[in-house]
């Protein structure tokens, strides 16, 4: 293991415990960005009010990481509470017409799915597979939304392919990126995505009650402007409401009102660490646990996960076709290694701090499970 990885795993008490594949579920608590949080908590238990100077220097601290993390612009992020939030952000600020079509892609997580499809417009949507995009896309399509990684197989699809059609047609990109940011990266403004949204309790290490919400610059400028608050606005202190700043007019604007410092916080701990290794490096290190899993594993499991690296991302998901996978998914439980049950499949999510050793580890229980 590098120096990196090594030095930050020490901040994952999970480690002494259990062998922790589980990060496309929820990721488990560190004390690297804890005590960044905790900051926050003793200012708050110290003084009772907390100077906004003081939240200034933990939101635009943790807005800058974000940016860097999309290579883009502090201004066109914007924090909410989770993944579902974000996404009805963007449908509540579309301005819909009579005819208007969403298309929404692949078989995707009921985060995505319920906002689409009980959009309060009546607006028509269209389910299909991304390889029918090019048939279904049409002048009528004002929205494609879809996930970046799939929650289930962990394919990951072609951006480039999205940015090609939106160059034929007119409509806003909405990514669903929880399953891979802060693990892949991801620069939105190189494939012209309008929106990108991903929640921080994955991929991003945490905590639950924060995400990210990216709105580029254009899309911002073609969106209604309904989602206001008085924190949608740049204030210098709160000593004088006589006179009211005007709403910021790019991402920002959507955040309304007070927020998760203590998620800011601890998100801002997350993304030091993933910045200071690289979330290039962060990608190779998962690849080559997924690549071990496929090469270890070939004549055992059935994967459902491409074998490809450029449609994947760091979930592996598979079935063992001599046993259940609730039988398989015990066995490992009762080996302290925490896994998913999802849909009658084995979903396994590494992440930069586990180690060769314990996916080893795991392929030996998985083979000797199957005696």
């Known amino acids: 293991m590098s120096s990196k990885f090594e030095k930050f795993r020490e901040y994952f008490p999970i480690t002494r ?139 990951m699809v072609d951006l480039s392919t999205l940015k090609e059609l939106k160059e034929r047609y007119d409509f806003f990109i909405l990514l669903d990126a929880i399953q891979g940011l802060g693990a892949f990266p991801l620069k939105p403004g190189d494939f012209n995505i309008d929106f990108v949204v991903a929640g921080a309790s994955k991929w991003l290490l945490g905590p639950q009650g924060v995400g990210i919400l990216y709105v580029s610059e254009e899309a911002f400028r073609k969106l209604n402007s309904g989602f206001v608050g008085w924190l949608s606005c740049p204030w210098d202190s709160f000593v004088d409401f006589s006179r009211l700043p005007l709403p910021f007019r790019d991402a920002r604007s959507f955040e309304t009102g007070t927020k998760n410092y203590f998620g800011l916080s601890y998100l801002s701990g997350n993304l030091d660490m993933i910045l200071e290794i690289g979330v290039s490096e962060v990608a190779k290190r998962i690849e080559g646990f997924v690549d071990y899993l496929f090469d270890e594993l070939r004549d055992d499991v059935l994967p459902i996960t491409p074998r490809s690296r450029l449609q994947r991302a760091g979930i592996f998901t598979f079935r063992v076709l001599s046993k259940s996978a609730e039988e398989v998914f015990k066995s490992l439980t009762d080996s302290n290694i925490k896994v998913s049950l999802r849909n009658g499949y084995i979903r396994v999510s590494p992440h930069f701090y586990n180690t060769f050793e314990e996916v080893k580890l795991f392929v030996k229980i998985i083979r000797g499970g199957l005696s």
């Open 17 to 155: 415990n259990y062998i922790y594949f589980n990060h496309a579920s929820t990721a488990p608590l560190n004390t690297y960005s804890l005590s960044r949080a905790q900051e926050y908590l003793k200012y708050l238990q110290k003084e009772g009010e907390v100077s906004w100077e003081f939240l200034q220097k933990i939101s635009e601290g943790t807005r800058q990481k974000a940016a860097k993390l999309l290579d883009c612009k502090p201004s066109e992020i914007a924090f909410v509470q989770n993944t579902s939030i974000g996404i009805n952000l963007v449908i509540e600020s579309i301005k819909w017409n009579e005819g208007d079509e969403i298309i929404l892609v692949g078989d995707v997580f009921p985060a995505l799915r319920y906002p689409i499809y009980y959009n309060r417009y009546g607006v028509k949507v269209r389910e299909i597979q991304f390889h029918e995009l090019e048939k279904y896309i049409s002048k009528s399509t004002k929205l494609v939304a879809l996930e970046w990684v799939s929650y289930f197989t962990g394919e």
